[in-house]
């Protein structure tokens, strides 16, 4: 048999690189070809929507499959952890894309943007989440497993039996996940609920509040995350929202990429986008007032001495190491104890579990998935521990991370729980990965009704002769404009490739720089109070001082929008495969293994 050659991991990125280039220029070469039109309803036809593709539906099948059963536990399951949603009939598909080519988009008032959290979740209603069911030492972990199995397909006929699909949101379906959560509530002194202040309540299931705060009697820290995304007074408005309705909740403001609200964002920024380098972690706003929580809610049963040391380090820039000065830090950071859990982990411990077990206080980091758990966990630990993704579902399996030896952080996969929101609503929001989206032009419209898209990306209408002139415009037509000025065309036609704009629109909303904000009921007909209220001041101060400077090692660059949810991909599978460290791959992950790996990049740079 031939010798394998041996392959480094600077070989592997080559040939992606090539690979890539290689693609670019077939399109560049394509995109000369003209786009010949003649009268709407022709043209509509005449751009593709590659949704239909074949391999796309095929790959799409394939992310859904279902877990495997009866395989033997040294057998290596792919779908085991993966997200698993029902997937959306193609009659529904079909009146979705209709409505997307006839709808003239309508701009909503201010008031559409309140949301109200007992529109979304019902609370009181079978809209749960599944918790584990009794058991005891005496049964078997067979036993065990399949009761568990039972209980979670009663709690899906609830649900399918009392909503229509069409009212029901994505949610999880692989128990799976539920268990992981299951295990990280059982390891827990302290749960960190992580939300989007975009959108909190969409992120905040009633349900999971009374569970924790009431059955398990834990503490919830409710985290308000990626507050740069949103203006400081309406920031303020939802912490006081939930401290009204929830008043259990200790509520912590967060951003792992903060930035100065004082200084204007320019449309052009909406292509740009920033990347974290080194110590730039540790520039989080937040990790001092979560501190603050913890002391509040373990009222000295630890000695959180060492993390308040931590956090006066890092804001002075010094390195862990002996906190002399004198030994820098080198690139990867200091050592953080990583624990990989494995499958005994997951199985559940006695009923009465030690609070603070050895002085070591145990944090859970759960939350929707995109919410930034993972971007938290590295900016309280001042630097990459945990791999970031955009694409939803990045983190399969529970980890625990050291911060200071009295504090452990426990990073839950993304959890999405049912709710009434509206799917598009749903994707706009990043829980429902945009890669596997059969229909994504409604969920532009819903974000263009919203937000003024074709204003901000200059887009011109695709039957316009006179730019200046008034349109009206229908979700697609937004998409095939933005698909035009993009140069986004079908590699075998040479069409607009609409479904491709799509999907670019929706990341650009995910990752912020289309900002769709929702507000607490009544926020419009008190907005000024809230621009004047004195914590409004507080967060633009804080916010001023932490955030990104001249000298920053943050870098910015203009997106290559056309492949870089390609190359994100190819970049995990790299840290997956190779172990390999650089910025976007873990540095202290060891093992991290298949189960970890992101399934969204076996799609191919047209479908993402
Ligand atoms: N603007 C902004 N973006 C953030 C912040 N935190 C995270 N993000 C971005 O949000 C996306 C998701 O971040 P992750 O930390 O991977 O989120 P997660 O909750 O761990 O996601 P899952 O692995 O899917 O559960 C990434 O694109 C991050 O760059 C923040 O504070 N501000």
């Not at 990306?457 to 002139?469: F, G, I, Q, T, Y």
Request: hydrophobic residues 30%.
């Amino acid at each position: 048999m031939p010798r394998k050659k041996p392959f480094s991991v600077k070989q592997k990125k080559k040939q992606l690189q090539d690979k890539r280039e290689r693609k670019r220029g077939l399109q560049d070469g394509l995109r000369s070809s003209s786009n010949s039109r003649s009268g709407s309803r022709e043209r509509r036809e005449e751009q593709t929507d590659t949704s239909d593709g074949e391999s796309v539906t095929q790959q799409i099948r394939r992310l859904n499959q279902q877990p495997s059963q009866g395989l033997g536990p040294r057998v290596y399951d792919p779908n085991r952890y993966r997200l698993h949603f029902e997937r959306d009939s193609r009659e529904e598909v079909e009146k979705r894309k209709r409505a997307a080519r006839e709808q003239v988009l309508q701009p909503v008032s201010v008031e559409v943007l309140e949301l109200d959290i007992r529109e979304v979740y019902q609370p009181g209603s079978v809209l749960d989440f599944p918790r584990r069911p009794p058991w005891n030492y005496e049964m078997s972990k067979e036993q065990l497993m399949s009761q568990e199995e039972r209980s979670f397909q009663e709690y899906l006929g609830k649900i399918h039996g009392a909503y229509t699909s069409e009212k029901l949101s994505y949610f999880e379906h692989n128990l799976e996940t539920w268990r992981q959560l299951w295990r990280v509530l059982e390891m827990s002194d302290i749960i960190l609920l992580i939300t989007d202040i975009r959108h909190p309540v969409v992120n905040f299931p009633p349900a999971f509040y009374e569970y924790v705060t009431g059955e398990l009697g834990l503490a919830l820290v409710l985290v308000l995350n990626k507050v740069d995304l949103a203006p400081p007074a309406l920031v303020i408005a939802w912490k006081h929202y939930f401290h009204q309705h929830y008043p259990q909740l200790h509520i912590v403001l967060f951003t792992s990429f903060p930035r100065d609200p004082r200084t204007p964002q320019e449309s052009s920024s909406v292509l740009k986008k920033s990347r974290r380098r080194g110590r730039g972690w540790t520039r989080a706003l937040g990790p001092e007032q979560l501190l603050r929580a913890c002391e509040a809610i373990t009222t000295g049963k630890v000695d959180l001495s060492s993390w308040r040391e931590k956090i006066a380090r890092d804001v002075a820039g010094a390195s862990w190491g002996n906190g002399s000065g004198e030994e820098e830090e080198d690139e990867d950071g200091p050592a953080v104890l990583v624990e990989q859990q494995t499958d005994s982990a997951m199985e559940p411990t006695g009923p009465s579990r030690e609070r603070y077990k050895d002085g070591v206080v145990t944090i859970g980091c759960v939350g929707f998935p995109n919410v930034g758990k993972s971007s938290l966990i590295n900016g309280l630990v001042g630097r990459k521990v945990v791999s970031v993704s955009r694409t939803p579902g990045h983190t399969r399996y529970f980890q625990t991370y050291f911060l200071t030896p009295s504090v452990k952080l426990c990073d839950c996969p993304g959890l999405i729980f049912p709710s009434l929101l509206p799917r598009q609503l749903q994707v706009l929001a990043g829980i429902y990965p945009i890669a596997q989206i059969q229909e994504p032009y409604t969920a532009v419209g819903y974000l263009a009704s919203r937000v003024p898209v074709q204003a901000l990306l200059h887009l011109r209408h695709p039957e316009a002769e006179d730019p200046s002139a008034e349109h009206s415009w229908c979700a697609w037509d937004i998409c095939e404009a933005w698909a035009e000025k993009r140069g986004y065309k079908t590699a075998k036609a040479a069409r607009n490739d609409v479904y491709r704009a799509a999907n670019s629109l929706l990341r650009l909303a995910v990752d912020g720089r289309l900002t769709l904000c929702f507000h607490p009921p009544g926020y419009n007909g008190q907005k000024g109070i809230w621009e004047s209220h004195p914590e409004t001041t507080e967060l633009v101060v804080l916010q001023g001082r932490v955030g990104p400077t001249g000298d920053d090692e943050e870098e910015e660059e203009e997106e290559e929008l056309s492949s870089s949810c390609e190359e994100e991909g190819e970049e995990d599978r790299d840290a997956d495969e190779e172990g390999e460290g650089d910025e976007d791959t873990p540095t202290s992950v060891p093992g991290s293994c298949l189960a970890a790996r992101n399934p969204y990049s076996l799609l191919g740079e047209d479908e993402c």
